[in-house]
């Protein structure tokens, strides 16, 4: 209070406010810039780079075979959809087969992938919002609980929970242990019951109404503009997603709905987010129910880094993350190592939203607005 009364606000001074880097809700590595006239944003400016890491750089020093492991760091909470799209660049330039139990294997892996990402989204969007919807912790908790379990499967899998380098040029590098298959369908039973207790959790709630519905919205023309992609896209009324659009892997073997909100508020991205874990169960099942049997890469074992080489070309593939499109631009010159390696994070485009939306909000809107937007700065400061 005295700091307001330093300044002699009368209602026509303009203050700016610093949200983050360190503060919870900017997630760590991201500084928002706010003008604020009293409690109302009118500007902002995004800042990043907290992150930087030279990813594309880096892909140009390391051989095919090196550089999966590193393209899971890119989005450290969707390792397995950044690892695809890499080797799905590779694949289209050296035109590499990829069995097809391999790629069931993909579609599996992204799936249980999106899940855990939607939980970690979920839980730390609610802790976000922390008081308004009684603390905000105990969702977070059970949520946090569920992703551990689908953490269990990636590393009975692999043997790492975080990054995993289970893609590689021509397949996949691991196929699935025994029991596997038992602890997967326990899994996502489980997690399908706990939905609905979520959802009753919050939806019961008009306080939780009252932070989400007509807060940060964003028109259909807006997010054709700027490009952004994923659930703000469907959150806005675009019906648009790479798994049917244009189906990758083996997406088009499956059935499953691309859910779709016209609002374009946190309620509506908050309900596309809730469907998508649904249909991620439905193409988990149908995949345990029909995975084919053979072998796992069009490849033999590595046993040296230069025993990959891709011949020259270019090519762009792209994946449908839990965030939205995620695009890998390749150069290739022949050898064992890319020339030129670009990522398309949809964390990136998806920010790019926030200078359009947050002027005329409150500052407690900003939470729950970024929130909404599930930001991960590695595929952002790539």
């Known amino acids: 209070m005295s700091d307001v009364r330093a300044i002699d606000y009368q209602g026509s001074e303009r203050l700016t406010m610093n949200m983050g880097p360190q503060h919870p809700s900017a997630h760590g590595v991201f500084r928002a810039i706010l003008t604020l006239e009293g409690e109302t944003v009118v500007g902002v400016d995004a800042v990043i780079g907290y992150l930087h890491r030279c990813h594309e750089k880096l892909a140009e020093t390391l051989a095919y075979v090196q550089y999966p492991s590193i393209a899971s760091k890119t989005d450290y909470v969707a390792a397995m959809c950044s690892e695809l799209a890499y080797v799905s660049a590779a694949e289209q330039i050296g035109q590499f087969e990829v069995p097809r139990r391999a790629q069931?294997?993909?579609?599996?892996?992204?799936?249980?992938?999106?899940?855990?990402?939607?939980?970690?989204?979920?839980?730390?969007?609610?802790?976000?919002?922390?008081?308004?919807?009684?603390?905000?912790?105990?969702?977070?908790?059970?949520?946090?609980?569920?992703?551990?379990?689908?953490?269990?499967?990636?590393?009975?899998?692999?043997?790492?929970?975080?990054?995993?380098?289970?893609?590689?040029?021509?397949?996949?590098?691991?196929?699935?242990?025994?029991g596997w298959t038992a602890k997967c369908r326990e899994t996502i039973d489980l997690i399908a019951a706990r939905l609905d207790e979520y959802q009753a959790m919050l939806e019961d709630n008009p306080f939780f109404d009252m932070r989400v519905k007509g807060v940060g919205v964003i028109s259909s023309a807006l997010a054709l503009d700027l490009g952004i992609s994923?659930?703000?896209?469907?959150?806005?009324?675009?019906?648009?997603?790479?798994?049917?659009?244009?189906?990758?892997?083996?997406?088009?073997?499956?059935?499953?709905?691309?859910?779709?909100e016209a609002a374009g508020d946190c309620h509506a991205r908050y309900r596309v987010r809730m469907v998508e874990f649904r249909q991620s169960i439905r193409i988990v099942r149908q995949i345990l129910d029909g995975l084919p049997e053979g072998p796992i890469s069009s490849r033999p074992g590595v046993k040296s880094l230069a025993q990959v080489k891709v011949p020259k070309g270019e090519a762009y593939a792209r994946v449908e993350g839990p965030r939205g499109e995620v695009g890998c631009f390749l150069v290739s010159d022949g050898s064992n190592k890319p020339y030129r390696m670009k990522w398309r994070g949809a964390s990136f485009s998806n920010l790019a939203v926030l200078p359009h939306i947050l002027p005329g909000c409150g500052v407690a809107d900003v939470v729950a607005i970024m929130g909404s937007v599930d930001p991960v700065f590695g595929e952002v400061d790539r």
């Open 230 to 260: 994923g659930p703000l896209l469907r959150g806005s009324g675009i019906n648009w997603d790479l798994r049917r659009n244009a189906p990758y892997s083996s997406y088009q073997d499956f059935q499953f709905e691309v859910p779709v």
């Open 104 to 178: 069931y294997l993909r579609v599996m892996m992204g799936e249980l992938q999106r899940i855990a990402s939607h939980c970690l989204w979920l839980g730390t969007w609610c802790m976000d919002m922390g008081g308004a919807l009684g603390g905000g912790a105990t969702i977070f908790l059970y949520c946090i609980r569920e992703r551990e379990l689908v953490l269990d499967l990636f590393e009975a899998l692999v043997g790492a929970r975080l990054l995993y380098g289970f893609h590689q040029v021509g397949g996949v590098r691991y196929d699935i242990p025994e």
